[in-house]
């Protein structure tokens, strides 16, 4: 039986080429069989309606720090009100999911109580909209999967996991460098299985500009936010080693 899932995502405005492909992203999770249920978190405001319509959609307001970015911590704990599912997916909002995805998971929730499924980028170059209603699914796979190129494996936009498996989750921005990984280093550190579905069910991240981010993409990977992040990480590497149940990097 394919798992009952809420999809939590935080969107920027929708507008220009950012828009374009979040548009895309959200069309593509409506498609999946059966639908998932969609969370959009909104960004102080800054969030606009897509036109995409879920099967059930959750707004709130999400705790932001001093740059104006969105908090993990803030994320987990408010979706740990209002989620209904079984599981929980956090994705990035420029990131297309495919059947594939749903089928990965449930293969991986009948072998596993609790779990943390992740995958690897497949970044693609895409500017126009895909109406995953009609021929978008074959157009993607066709003409653009092709031609994109396997990001980084450190850099993570997809997780799925219990609703209850991160509850004490440090002050992490989202969408800079070592949130990610410190999801993937607390699920491991505490024997939760971490399972790769990259082979079967990679997640489609469109690129794009980072002009939303001060220093654009060397400020989301090596910016303050992103050393703050990687603090919380090797302060959950060095609690891990304390206990003696150090775990290597996925």
Partial sequence: MTPSLTILAVPKAFAGHIGVIQRNAISSWTVLSPPPRHS?????????????????????????????????????????????????????????????FLDAVTVIQKQFPQFLA?????????????DFARDGNERLRREIMPKGAPGNPTAI?????????????????????????????????????VVDITRVARAIHQNHEYLHIDGGQQGAYWGEEARRNSGHLRRRAAHAHSLGRFSRAF
Wanted: aromatic share 8%; glycine share 6%; charged share 25%.
């Fill in 118 to 130: 992740v995958a690897h980028r497949l970044n693609i170059d895409l500017e126009e909209p895909l």
């Fill in 40 to 100: 959009s978190i909104r960004n102080r405001g800054r969030h606009r309606g897509s036109r995409c319509k879920p099967r059930r959609e959750h707004e709130t307001q999400i705790a932001c720090n001093e740059f104006g970015t969105p908090m993990l911590d803030d994320l987990l704990r408010r979706a740990r009100g209002f989620v209904q599912t079984p599981l929980l997916c956090y994705v990035n909002s420029d990131i297309i999911l495919l059947q594939e």
């Fill in 157 to 193: 936009d997809l997780f799925v996991f219990l609703p209850n498996t991160f509850t004490n989750v440090p002050a992490l921005t989202l969408g800079r460098a070592c949130f990610d990984q410190w999801l993937i280093k607390d699920a491991r550190t505490r024997g939760i299985p």
